[in-house]
């Protein structure tokens, strides 16, 4: 459950940050992804039969983390 929390905390940040002027909120994002991707591969290993938040929050902070860096690449998260 704690990986779908990081998840949805780090999709603010980064839909945000896709607005040019709040690039660096990406990097906020970024933690917050980061954070939610372990606690939902952790939460994966602890409890193999009830895994499908932890599943579901570990794929949305993938997918979320790779915009997030190509948002980064392409227009630079200082400006």
Known sequence: MASLIFAILG???VLIGLV???GWLNWIGIIFLTVGMISGVS???KNPINKGV???GTILCII???ISVIRLLLG???A
């Open 76 to 78: 630079g998260g200082l």
């Open 11 to 13: 999709f603010v940040f």
């Open 54 to 56: 932890a599943v579901i």
């Open 43 to 45: 939460a994966q290993r």
């Open 20 to 22: 040019p002027l709040f």
């Open 64 to 66: 979320l983390l790779i």
